[in-house]
């Protein structure tokens, strides 16, 4: 089973910058996927940006050019760099990861805890 930490999340003015981390760590064979997906009490998760092993990556419409993924495949770890943050990002921040696992090389989804980002107007 993979296990994800997520942390970087906090109170930041419009305009201002964030940088979230979400590491993985279990007994990883490899990390096919990595994103971040936020969500509202009372809306659906939404996807925010997503990041491959060959590191492709894909944004949001309502994200892109302010946002920027990416990922230490040492450290089993991804980023989602926030810039030009505005009130309407504020949410609940979670990470996925699709990962292989040993020894049965069977695959596992694990969404993070959350991490709470609040932009101030």
């Known amino acids: 089973q993979v296990r994800l930490v997520e942390s970087g999340g906090g109170l930041v003015q419009t305009g201002g910058s964030l940088r979230l981390s979400c590491a993985a760590s279990g007994n990883i064979f490899s990390i096919n996927f990595m994103g971040w997906y936020r969500q509202s009490p009372g809306k659906q998760r939404e996807f925010v940006a997503a990041i491959t092993s060959t590191g492709s990556t894909n944004y949001a419409d309502s994200v892109k050019g302010r946002f920027t993924i990416s990922r230490d495949n040492a450290k089993n770890t991804v980023y989602l760099q926030m810039s030009s943050l505005k009130p309407e990002d504020t949410d609940v921040y979670y990470c996925?990861?699709?990962?292989?696992?040993?020894?049965?090389?069977?695959?596992?989804?694990?969404w993070g805890q959350g991490t709470q980002v609040t932009v101030s107007s």
């Open positions: 996925k990861v699709i990962a292989t696992m040993r020894p049965l090389f069977h695959t596992s989804e694990v």
